[in-house]
């Protein structure tokens, strides 16, 4: 029999989708109202893999990423979702006009091994979480660099995003190696 042990080491981040870059700064502001000061941001990217969004972002979104310092606890990761879901909704009344969405914020986190992102539709390589929110493997560590899964997003899959990504994942790296990890609280019970 497997006996549990310590959850993984996990770092909370959130993906920006927006209209433009006052629409980011705008959830960017949100985000930190909610979660505190962010640790780091990444750099901002022009939206160009897919049309998919077009209808409630406009023709020209961008994309950023903010990451939290502290040990997160996964099992915090739907609570989350349903959080800035809540946030989009607020964004979208502020700020929308003629856009039904004009800033999407999709959660997640990072451990060594992966990343993960919260979403609240279902397919087949989602796994339920609670409250009709899923958590998806969306990229995998290995062999020094971040991997793409068949159903990766686009975005997530091209690469733009490692440089940030394995920043985010080197601080992680250094704290565990310096015995600096904290267990999360649901491990310790």
């Known amino acids: 029999m ?40 990444s750099r901002v ?21 903010l990451a939290w310092e502290g040990a997160f606890d996964t099992t915090d990761l739907a609570q989350r979702k349903l959080l800035t879901n809540a946030m989009e909704i607020d964004l979208a009344s502020r ?18 091994a992966k990343v993960v992102l919260a ?27 971040l991997r793409p899964l068949p159903w990766t997003f686009p975005d997530y899959g091209s690469g733009r995003y490692d440089g940030f990504l394995l920043a985010v994942r080197q601080t992680l790296a250094l704290g565990v190696s310096h015995g600096n990890g904290n267990r999360s609280k649901t491990a310790r019970r």
């Open 119 to 145: 979403s609240a539709k279902n397919y087949a390589h989602r796994i339920h979480l609670r409250d009709g929110i899923f958590a998806e493997v969306t990229l995998q560590y290995r062999g020094g660099r």
């Open 2 to 41: 497997a006996t549990p042990r310590f959850l993984e080491q996990a770092v909370f981040f959130c993906g920006l989708l927006a209209a433009g870059r006052d629409e980011l700064a705008a959830g960017a502001e949100a985000l930190v109202q909610a979660f505190g000061p962010a640790r780091c941001g």
């Open 45 to 65: 990217w022009r939206f160009d893999n897919t049309e998919y969004y077009r209808d409630e972002l406009g023709p020209r979104p961008v994309r950023a990423f």
């Open 95 to 112: 700020l929308g006009g003629a856009l039904t969405r004009p800033v999407n914020l999709d959660p997640g986190y990072l451990t060594l």
